[in-house]
């Protein structure tokens, strides 16, 4: 194994073929070298580590070849070789981070005057063009619109937005993705068969996703995690490098978790506190995400989902400086709560399945229901509507509902007009005056709003009524001639229809009576009203 060269740069790509994941720009580029069809300025833009510096040295190579311009330069040749070794004349190389100023694009523009001295074209490649000042840009303006024919300009930035417009214009543009998850691993995986070094598949997981897209960064913690593993690339290894959480011990966290074992799920978050909170949030996301791609029986997704709610509610509550150890601890314990919810769902879907799905009945239970509906039907009378009455008034007031039913006696209901008898003398019969606008409101509700109530006087001797007034069960009697009634309109308010009457007799609710009550001049006084208004209800 070599130890002169680091990764990076011993397995950086020399051919287009060799480019990770960045299929389209490969592609794009082979296919104008070999139909000839080449612009004079090109621009590289994308994340650290994503190619783009490589793709410039490949693209210059293929321009110089002795066989080019081609998309398969041959490596052999003079220019190959030297461009290989970094140290060809006419590829110019110009960090734009350390040389910004005007005067070192005035002295890259003197340099475009002459040919090259040996290639067919001289290539100038600036690396983080974005860097220049204003003055550089507007220098380079004009040679980089029209340069020489034998000159070209290959940029390179990671951060394309801060370019002013006029460069973006003069130069074809290509994007550089951030290299996927899966061709970082196998590309870490090829490596280290070339190495000869063992390795374990999650362990290289665990760097892919710690490069965060960037192959340099990647290959870059690859060769520290080769170190510090003495030879074997395990995860264990990698999670006490880079200061991470073994899965094993996310497995177990979240096994505390569903078995709402508080106990053991404190010991756990006092262990957590060795390590950055930020980072405990992330690795226990990720965990999920693995998790949801496996089809584990207990992640489902909407349980999987409500703990990602809880993650991403957590990692807001960092920006304003809570303590993390308790962040954690509350997001773990949010956890066991939202189960429950869970536990509730589960509940709701067995209701319904039962309720959409009922159990399937025998003729035998069918028939069952029909002979006890002949049997019982006559057995379990419904209450009569004036049963009904009186059980309303009765609940209204128990002394109202008692003289009611003790001086009233139901005769008929026929064309809207409930006829009966009533026999109450002195106290009684003021009782039923003073409260018939409450009994015609039942009246109204049991029988109908339309109805009209007819009273008749008492046909009963003294020692009949009495009689009834002790035993209630005796029946009504029979109803007299309806020309002996009268009958209470609707207009009319509260009256004494409940005992014998005629029409004059009915004496008008003033509603002037009832402001003089103590209570209501009490309550005037209290809340200082200007107006009271008096509405009788029906």
Not at 242 to 271: N, W
């Amino acid at each position: 194994m070599s130890t002169s060269e680091v990764l990076a740069l011993k397995y950086r790509p020399r051919r287009f073929e060799e480019l990770i994941g960045q299929e389209s720009i490969s592609q794009t580029l082979s296919l104008a070298l070999d139909s000839g069809r080449l612009s004079h300025a090109y621009l590289f833009s994308g994340l650290r580590g994503s190619g783009k510096t490589s793709t410039a040295r490949i693209f210059a190579k293929s321009l110089i070849c002795e066989n080019g311009p081609t998309s398969a330069p041959c490596d052999v040749c003079s220019h190959c070789v030297m461009a290989n070794e970094g140290r060809h004349i006419d590829i110019i190389e110009m960090d734009a981070a350390s040389s910004r100023k005007i005067d070192d694009i005035r002295d890259l523009i003197e340099h475009t005057k002459y040919r090259p001295a040996s290639a067919k074209v001289k290539i100038f490649i600036i690396d983080e063009v974005h860097m220049l000042t204003k003055e550089a840009h507007n220098a380079l303006l004009k040679t980089l619109e029209e340069p020489p024919e034998y000159v070209k300009f290959i940029l390179a930035t990671t951060d394309p937005l801060k370019l002013p417009p006029t460069i973006l214009s003069r130069t074809q543009h290509f994007r550089f993705k951030r290299i996927s998850h899966p061709n970082i691993v196998h590309h870490l995986s090829h490596i280290l068969h070339l190495e000869n070094i063992e390795y374990q598949n999650e362990a290289l997981d665990i760097l892919a996703r710690s490069g965060s897209g960037s192959l340099r960064d990647t290959l870059t913690l690859l060769d520290q995690a080769i170190i510090y593993s003495k030879g074997y690339v395990d995860v264990k290894t990698i999670a006490d490098m880079l200061g991470l959480l073994d899965p094993d011990y996310i497995s177990r966290l979240f096994d505390a978790v569903f078995a709402k074992d508080r106990h053991t799920l404190t010991q756990m978050i006092q262990e957590l506190e060795a390590y950055e909170s930020e980072m405990v949030i992330d690795e226990i996301i990720a965990y999920l995400k693995e998790r949801l791609y496996e089809g584990d029986h207990r992640f489902s997704p909407l349980v999987i989902e409500r703990f990602f709610r809880i993650l991403s509610d957590s990692k807001t509550l960092f920006a304003i400086n809570a303590d993390g150890g308790f962040i954690v601890s509350l997001a773990l314990f949010k956890m066991i709560e939202a189960l429950k919810i869970k536990e509730i769902d589960e509940m709701i879907e067995s209701l319904e399945s039962r309720v959409s799905h009922p159990q399937t009945k025998t003729p035998e239970m069918v028939s069952e229901p029909q002979s006890q509906t002949v049997h019982v039907m006559p057995t379990a009378p419904s209450k009569s509507p004036f049963e009904i009455l009186c059980e309303k008034i009765n609940d209204r007031s128990l002394e109202l509902g008692t003289c009611f039913k003790n001086n009233v006696t139901f005769l008929s209901y026929e064309e809207n007009t409930l006829t009966w008898e009533s026999c109450a003398e002195g106290e009684e019969k003021e009782l039923l005056k003073n409260s018939f606008g409450i009994i015609r409101q039942f009246v109204r509700e049991v029988y109908g709003i339309d109805t009209q109530i007819k009273s008749q006087g008492c046909t009963k001797t003294p020692e009949e009524a009495s009689t009834e007034k002790a035993d209630p069960s005796v029946e009504p009697s029979e109803p007299l001639d309806e020309s002996a009634s009268m009958v209470e309109e609707t207009e009319i308010g509260v009256g004494s229809c409940v005992s014998q009457c005629d029409e004059t007799s009915v004496k008008e609710f003033d509603g002037s009576d009832v402001l003089k009550e103590p209570m209501i001049q009490k309550a005037a006084e209290l809340f200082e009203a200007t107006k009271i208004t008096v509405q009788s209800k029906v």
